[in-house]
Nanobody
Framework: QVQLVESGGGLVQPGGSLRLSCAAS????????MSWYRQAPGKERELVAG????????RYADFVKGRFAISRDNAKNTVYLQMNSLKAEDTAVYFC?????????WGQGTQVTVSS
């Protein structure tokens, strides 16, 4: 069974940091590009960051450049999102997704709330 399980979300104060993890199972992780998306209440889901299957190519949404960092460990079948200098507007459910060709798999999401 293919599964993506996110963890690491929670409540953090503005300016704080969180590290999200997404553990994959049931797929050949090293052949999938991985991405993080987020969806805030009342808004559409948006891309946050993506990383190629071998980690050589990375892209970020403009609104997280310089604050967030995506990485992956193919030996652990896990992708990470380090989030620093968090802002209230980063509050959202964060989803990890695996993509290969026409196939895209989504995790269930983890809530990140930035509030004082």
């Amino acid at each position: 069974q293919v599964q993506l399980v996110e963890s690491g979300g929670g409540l953090v104060q503005p300016g704080g940091s969180l590290r999200l993890s997404c553990a994959a199972s049931g797929l050949i992780f090293s052949t999938y590009g991985m991405s993080w998306y987020r969806q805030a209440p009342g808004k559409e889901r948006e891309l946050v960051a993506g990383i190629s299957s071998d980690g050589s190519q990375i892209r970020y949404a403009d609104f997280v450049k310089g604050r967030f960092a995506i990485s992956r460990d193919n030996a652990k079948n896990t992708v990470y999102l380090q989030m620093n200098s968090l802002k209230a507007e980063d509050t959202a459910v964060y989803f990890c997704t695996a993509a290969r060709g026409a196939t895209r798999i989504w995790g269930q999401g983890t809530q990140v709330t930035v509030s004082s």
